[in-house]
Every structure is written in C-alpha cells, then in structure tokens.
C-alpha cells in the first residue's frame, strides 16, 4: 500500500476540497470558450484585419496600463487564508475594507494613467493608423478596465474561501450572454462598435452580479470594521511590495508581444498573432479555473496540515500539471495550423517554425504552474521579487532584437530565452528553499523527464498525423485530437506507471467514473 493509500485526508483534501469548483470550472470554461470562438470566427467574417489587430493592441495596452494594481490583490487574498480557515470575521472585514479602499484608487489612477497614453497610441502603430476611430475605441477599453476595480475585488473573497464555483457560475451566464449579442450584432451591422459596448456592458454586469452575491453571502462585511492589525498591515505591505516586481514581470511577458509587432511588423500580423493566442489564452484560462479552483485549498493546507502532506500534495499537483501540459504542447504542436486553417481561414496561418516556438514557450510556462500556486500560497513573493524584474528587460530586448530581426517567432523565442534564465531555476529555487521540503535536483529530474515524454509524444503524434491526414478536414482534425491524447497517455503511463502519483491519479479516476 503506498502512501497516498494510507494518507486518506490528504486524498479528501484533494479530491472533495476542490471537487464541486473544479466541475463548475469545466463547464464555464467549455460554454464561454466555444461562444468566444465562435465570436472570433464571425468577427474576422465580417471586419477587416486592421480591426482584430486593433482589438489585440488595445487589450495589451490597457493590460500593461494594469500595473497600477501593483499586485495588491494577490497579496490581500494571501492574506485572507488565515481568517477565513478559523472563522475570524472581524480580521476578514479589516481586510477587505483595505481591499476595497486599495482597489477603488487603483481604478482611479488607471484611468488617469490612460488618459496620459492616450496622445501617444499612434507611436505603437507602425505605417500610420488605418483605423481613425482608434481613439475613441481606447477610451471604451479603459473605461472598460477602471469600472471593474470598483467590484471586483468582492470576488475575491469568495476565492479565497473556496467558493471558486459561485464566482464561475455567474461568469458563465454573463460572458454566454454577452458572446451570443456579439455574434448577432456583428452579423446585422458588421460594427466594431457594438462589439466593444457590448463587453463593455457585460463587465459592468458581471462585476455587479457577483458583488451583489458576494454580500449576500457574507452580509458582515457591509458592517463597521475595525482598525486591521499593525502585523497583518506589515506582512500585506512587504507583499505588495513583492507583487509590484511580480506584476511587472507578468504583463511584460504576456502584454508586450503585440506590441513589439504593431510596432515593428504591423496590425495585420498583430491580427494573425492574436488569433493563435486566443487559442493560448483558452488553455491558460483552463489552467487558470484548474489551479484557481485548488488554490485556495492549498493555502488552507499550508495554514494547518504539516510538511510531509504539504509534499505530498505538491507532488500530485506537479505531476498532473505536466500532464496537462505534455497533452496540450501536443496537441498544439500538431494541430494548431489545422485548427486555425478550419477556424478562420488558411490566409491566417504561421509556419511551422513560429508554431512550434509557440507551443514550446507555452509548454515551459504552463510547467510553472504548480511550482507558482505553491509559492502564491506560501505567500513567498518577497523571496524571488527582482526575477521578474530581470525576466522583463530579458524578454524585452530578446524580443525586440530576434522581431526585427527574424519576424514574427522573434516574440516567441524571446519567452522562451526569458523563462529558461530566469523562472525556470528561480521559482522552484525560492519555493523548495522556503515553502516546502523538496531537494531541487530532484524536482529536476522529473521535469526532465516529464520534458523528454512530452517531446517525444508530439513527434510520433506529428508523423501518425501528417502520414495519415494529408488533408485538413474536420474529421481528419478530430481524428489528431484522439491521436494526440491517446499517444500521450499511454506514452504517460509506461514511462511513469510505476509512481505513486499515477497510482494516485488512477485511484481518483476509479473513484469518480465509480461515482
């Protein structure tokens, strides 16, 4: 009997702790994701190129404008772990009365930050701006980006109580909502404008709607609240101070890439780029519902289990993260042209050189994952705060200088050069050192060998594919998904069949098909 066997509070932890979140997860994910899709193909259908490279500029501005939150939300709900694992209301109150004061001057220094941007948008823009009303659709982005400071940070207490699944419940109604009235009002107007007011009106809904169940789930926090504890105060402010490096490093490496592009490639490229990384996006936004619905609980176990199921759980989650991660840089690596080429058109396709940098940049981002929902819930973001600041200026020049130089993969081998010298040693550095028992070459080893499956996985999935499925059709691209996943796995299981993680996951899956 191994030890997951023996240690059954650890399995109801991780299973009943994070089940319900989970399934609300998949399901909001699957609903919003295949109405954006279909959005996305209606709105290339029915705008020009120019306007798409616009809508992926415009996002990356307002998401670098985000800085200001300075990473007071993360540090906030680190906080909140503590008070809400013993029930202490009064602490949970002066905390989000903070959070409330904190993220309401936030949303009034972006929109005065963005006002200040607003005379220099056309710098970003190379050849001049094809698109006169570009004006005016900022101001409807940054309005857009201020108004959901003023509720948003509600949600996250219901985050950090493990109440993922409410927050994604109401996400689902509102974005489904809004992604049906895009696609009728792009197909009677063919109008970027009513595409844009239409999210604009949808933020401002959903933002309401959770803010509103949020008090009606915890009604003391309309109460008075006392004066937060001088410590609380401190250990917020250092990590805050921490999670200002964080944010920096974040919006650099994922906001910067079309604006490298506009700038030295064009919007046409910029609207080609931002069409596979909605793709990316889809599977981070997976990700990000997958660990967002554990995290919590994580933090739950670091306040109060101790270190040998603080290791136990890490090991799961890492090796189900890799998996994750071997199953989606396959399939990216085989089918990512096919899909966008049945999505939106072959006029819209890469080469295989820039999708292959692709799907590797995303596969070492996503390994990151578990190490950074572990760090996030031992609160070690001081520990590692000047390696986002040197991950930036790297994948900024690096960026920069391979774009001018070789095109549109430069943006991508410009990640991937950032993270192998910086995140990749650096996170599991801080976290093995601080957070949890964990000899680092051990955590390497089994990334190597997680890597070397996954590599192996995407090429016998590209040679059974491009031997067998000459042309792309939909049959022959569902036939790759099978083909990528099945290769995968078994791949998975021979090599790793033997871990107690695997016997643990098998386990798991027994108990819910059982279900």
């Excluded at 309401?104 to 094809?130: E, M, T």
């Excluded at 036939?479 to 796995?489: E, R, W």
Aim: aromatic fraction near 16%; charge should be positive; charged fraction near 15%.
């Amino acid at each position: 009997m191994n030890y997951f066997e023996k240690d059954n509070d650890v399995k109801i932890m991780m299973i009943q702790a994070v089940d319900r979140n989970i399934k609300y997860s998949a399901a909001n994910y699957i609903a919003v994701n295949l109405l954006k899709f279909i959005v996305r193909m209606v709105f290339v259908k029915t705008l020009p190129i120019e306007y798409l490279g616009i809508n992926g500029l415009l996002s990356n501005v307002l998401a670098i404008l985000s800085l200001a939150e300075l990473g007071i939300g993360s540090a906030i709900v680190y906080s909140l772990y503590k008070p809400l694992a013993y029930g202490d209301k009064e602490t949970i109150k002066s905390i989000m009365n903070l959070f409330k004061k904190g993220y309401v001057a936030i949303g009034y220094i972006i929109l005065v930050l963005g006002l200040v941007w607003f005379p220099f948008l056309d710098s970003f823009i190379k050849n001049g701006n094809s698109v006169p009303q570009v004006y005016y659709f900022y101001l409807l982005f940054l309005l857009n980006t201020v108004v959901s400071y003023f509720w948003t940070y509600k949600r996250s207490l219901l985050i950090a109580d493990q109440k993922q699944y409410v927050v994604n419940i109401y996400q689902a109604v509102t974005q489904v909502l809004v992604s049906v009235l895009q696609i009728i009002f792009l197909l009677i107007f063919e109008n970027y404008w009513c595409f844009i007011i239409l999210m604009l009106l949808g933020t401002i809904l959903e933002n309401f709607i959770i803010a509103f169940k949020a008090d009606k789930e915890y009604p003391y926090l309309n109460e008075a609240a006392e004066d937060l504890d001088l410590d609380i105060k401190k250990q917020i402010a250092k990590n805050t101070k921490a999670m200002i490096c964080h944010k920096i490093g974040d919006v650099v490496f994922f906001s910067s890439s079309n604006l490298v592009l506009s700038k030295f490639i064009g919007l046409a490229e910029v609207g080609i780029y931002s069409n596979y990384y909605m793709v990316i996006a889809a599977l981070n936004t997976f990700a990000a519902k997958f660990f967002e619905s554990i995290t919590a609980s994580i933090g739950n176990l670091m306040v109060l289990e101790e270190s040998s199921k603080k290791i136990k759980a890490f090991k799961v989650t890492e090796f189900i993260t890799a998996l994750q991660a071997a199953i989606c840089f396959c399939g990216l690596y085989v089918l990512f042209n096919p899909f966008i080429e049945l999505w939106v058109g072959k006029e819209y396709l890469f080469s295989e050189a820039v999708v292959a940098a692709m799907a590797f940049s995303f596969y070492l981002t996503y390994m990151r994952k578990a190490v950074l929902m572990f760090r996030d819930a031992c609160g070690l973001y001081w520990n590692d705060r000047y390696k986002p600041l040197a991950e930036s200026v790297i994948n900024l020049v690096a960026s920069i200088y391979l774009t001018i130089n070789y095109g549109v993969i430069g943006v991508m081998l410009g990640g991937v050069i950032s993270t192998l010298l910086t995140c990749f040693w650096v996170e599991p550095y801080v976290l093995f050192n601080n957070g949890i028992d964990i000899k680092l070459k051990n955590y390497f080893m089994d990334y190597l060998k997680f890597t070397v499956v996954a590599l192996l996985s995407a090429l016998m999935s590209k040679f059974i594919y491009s031997s067998l499925c000459v042309k792309v059709t939909l049959v022959n691209f569902i036939a790759g998904i099978f083909n990528c996943i099945s290769i995968t796995l078994v791949l998975w299981y021979l090599v790793f069949r033997n871990r107690e993680e695997m016997q643990f996951l098998i386990n798991l899956l027994k108990c819910k098909f059982a279900k």
